[in-house]
């Protein structure tokens, strides 16, 4: 239930995030709104009211959905940063696109559509040892290796709006990862180079 509940909310956040972007300006919406589900309503609609532990695994719930809900709407973009952006880009719409869909799947754990915006090959650090990962499939076997603690919060972390856009790529956070312009096949941005050890 517990799990349910997360895809839920992350489902409708991101639903909400989109319905409020419009073609030129995204809006921030987590400003002043709460969670429509409240850890009260989840509690009482629990199967077993009587039983602490699973209430408290449901206030949890919500407040650990809310948490990711106000992480997906963080990175919202004013016309500054866009044009910014933009001017240093060739197509800075589509790398805002592809940044946005990196860092929510990231915070999903959807390591399919991760896979999908890496340029392989790429070299990453799989316990401690240098390795060459030439495709999805062995990215997705070595995810949680590859996409550690660090790496995932330097890019849930990382705002459009102080990204560092350089000569050598797209730098996030402290240069956990790289994102650039990519030839897979599939997007014309991605993750270019990941550096987890």
Known sequence: MKKNLITILISLSIA???????????????????????????????????NNSLNLQNKTAVKNAYNVTKLIHSYPIN????????????????????????KSSIIKNDKKTISDY??????VYVNNT????????????????????????ALIKQQLNNINITSNGIKIGNGEVWLGLINNGKHEY????????
């Not at 016309?79 to 990196?102: A, C, Q, V």
């Not at 495709?135 to 550690?148: C, L, P, Q, R």
């Not at 991605?190 to 050890?197: E, L, Q």
């Open 16 to 50: 909400i995030f989109f319905a409020g972007c419009t073609e030129n300006k995204i809006q921030d919406k987590s400003v002043g709104v709460k969670p429509q589900l409240s850890a009260k309503h989840v509690t009482t609609t629990s199967h077993n009211p009587h």
């Open 79 to 102: 016309n500054n940063t866009k044009s910014l952006i933009n001017s240093k880009l060739d197509n800075g719409e589509e790398f805002i696109r592809t940044f946005n869909t990196i």
């Open 118 to 123: 890496i340029n392989y090959p790429i070299t």
């Open 130 to 153: 240098a390795k060459v990962i030439n495709n999805s499939k062995e990215f997705i076997a070595n995810y949680d290796n590859i996409i550690t603690p660090r790496v995932k919060t």
């Open 190 to 197: 991605g993750i270019s180079s990941i550096n987890n050890k």
